[in-house]
């Protein structure tokens, strides 16, 4: 049985132990990984998708927003089913669904068929989101050191992949279903492989002070998370337009701002984990927030495109801890009830992605889109003021080590 280990009379063998994991850490950032993927050809495809059903611009921001909704649903929904369900078990099962409700958006025709697949993927991807970062910061503390940007790195590596695959089937001028049925056909019984692998934490005993004290503890890093992702989606839904319409960019090089981030957030995950364990966790997010307010700062100054590249580029590498280590601290915050700490916060992702984009669109028309930039600025630097509460627990976590916990090595996935 996977997620078995070599036991002698005291229990796991040092090395039995080492070796799930490592097996468990490999298997979830290749689920990270495939949801980067996944929701990378979901969103770069909206043009093609809409074509396909016929739906009109009035009702397309509609579709839009009713998915981060439904994910926040999803993960409220979590929070509730891990306390009888490990999660280990929904992600196993949620993950699947995700890519199957992919596969139904490219092979609908009919606007209520896309409702009702997207309304599917909205409330599995919140499932997924919040049962696999609770699998992290379970790891995490298992490892006993800063682990968790490796596993959102993985997600901007599949986002950087699924990006480039949505590029080849508009090239190709593909049918969605066509475009993703190869994608679906190969990551689905991957990922139900992959998941046997999977690590739960040790079960969690009732955090004192109840529901009313981790919701009132858990504000600070739940406006850094909505702040996080006002930040990402304003880059993700505004710089081709910035660049083309502001800085007077070609329509080619307006393409570039955005895979200029994704890149730079997937360099900044692959060592921030480093700079965790070396600086501490409050240093590294400080110094983030920092980084990223300068590049708010060069893209609303910038005379020309080039210049603003520089500031995108500095948003990649900013931006790019401040979600991952908002997980993690969470995760010791609340180390009798991370799981649904790391449920309550997830619902604040999607709080930040439908407030980013219509801000900086409503603020653009009424004022200018260079006035625009400077108020994800200011959220982000905001962020420096709340970085404190990434050292719950005292120096131990501000070193990027952390207590070791219990892991239940003999229950994973596998066993269902």
Avoid at 45 to 51: E, G, T, V, W
Avoid at 259 to 264: A, D, G
Avoid at 338 to 348: M, P
């Amino acid at each position: 049985m996977a997620g078995s280990v070599q036991r002698t009379a005291q229990g796991p063998t040092l090395a039995g132990m080492t070796d799930v994991l490592r097996r468990g850490r490999a298997s979830l950032a290749f689920g990270f990984f495939v949801q980067g993927v996944a929701f990378a050809l979901l969103v770069t495809r909206i043009p093609a998708m809409q074509d396909r059903y016929g739906v009109s611009d009035g009702l397309l921001p509609v579709f839009l927003a009713a998915v981060p909704i439904l994910a926040g649903v999803g993960s409220v929904t979590t929070e509730r089913l891990v306390r009888r369900v490990r999660p280990s078990r929904l992600l196993r099962w949620s993950q699947p669904v995700v890519l199957l409700a992919l596969l139904g958006v490219g092979a609908g025709d009919q606007v209520a068929e896309l409702a009702v697949v997207l309304g599917v993927f909205g409330l599995s991807v919140g499932m997924l989101d919040a049962s696999m970062n609770m699998l992290g910061v379970s790891l995490q503390r298992a490892y006993g050191r800063s682990i968790m940007l490796s596993f959102h790195a993985a997600y901007s590596l599949g986002g950087i992949l699924g990006a480039s695959l949505a590029w080849v089937g508009a090239h190709e001028e593909l049918a969605l279903w066509m475009s993703y049925l190869p994608v679906v056909v190969v990551l689905l019984p991957a990922v139900l492989v992959g998941s046997r692998w999977y690590v739960d934490g040790e079960a969690e005993p009732v955090e004192a002070g109840g529901s009313n004290g981790i919701a009132f503890r858990l504000l600070p890093l739940c406006l850094v998370m909505t702040f996080a992702y006002i930040g990402d989606s304003t880059v993700s839904n505004w710089s081709a337009k910035y660049v083309k319409d502001v800085l007077g960019g070609s329509e080619q090089l307006a393409t570039v701002p955005y895979n200029v981030y994704m890149v730079t957030t997937l360099v900044g995950r692959a060592v921030g984990d480093l700079g965790v364990r070396r600086f501490g966790a409050v240093a590294v997010v400080r110094l983030g927030a920092l980084v990223a307010a300068c590049g708010f700062v060069v893209v609303a100054v910038a005379p020309g495109a080039w210049v603003g590249m520089l500031g995108f580029t500095l948003l990649g590498i900013g931006l790019c801890v401040l979600v991952p280590q908002t997980f993690a601290a969470a995760g010791r915050l609340f180390p009798g009830a991370s799981d649904a700490a790391v449920a309550r916060l997830n619902i604040f992702n999607y709080v930040g992605f439908l407030i980013g984009s219509p801000l900086v669109g409503a603020l653009g028309d009424a004022w200018s889109y260079r006035g625009a930039m400077l108020v994800p600025m200011a959220l982000v630097l905001v962020t420096t003021v709340y970085a404190r509460s990434f050292a719950s627990g005292g120096d131990r976590y501000g070193g990027g080590h952390e207590r070791p916990r219990t892991v239940d090595v003999g229950r994973g996935s596998n066993g269902l």
